[in-house]
C-alpha cells in the first residue's frame, strides 16, 4: 500500500478517477491498472530525467 500511496501522490490529481476505479473493483481493474501505472510513472521518470540533464 505504501508503493500505492507513493505513485498516487506522485501522479498527482490527473488520476483520480483510475485511483477510485481501482479500489471500487479492485479485481477488474487491477492488471490494467498496474499496467498504466508503470507507463505513467516511467513516462514521468524519462521527463524529469531531461530536464536535469
Known amino acids: 500500500m ?8 506522485y ?4 488520476y483520480n478517477l483510475d485511483i ?3 479500489f471500487k473493483f ?4 487491477k492488471k ?3 499496467f498504466q501505472i508503470k507507463i505513467l510513472y516511467n513516462k ?4 524529469t530525467q531531461i530536464t536535469n540533464t
Open 32 to 34: 490494467q491498472f498496474v
Open 44 to 47: 514521468n521518470i524519462k521527463r
Open 26 to 29: 479492485p479485481k477488474k481493474y
Open 11 to 14: 501522479l498527482k490529481l490527473h
Open 20 to 22: 477510485i476505479l481501482f
Open 2 to 9: 505504501r508503493v500505492f500511496i507513493f505513485i498516487s501522490k
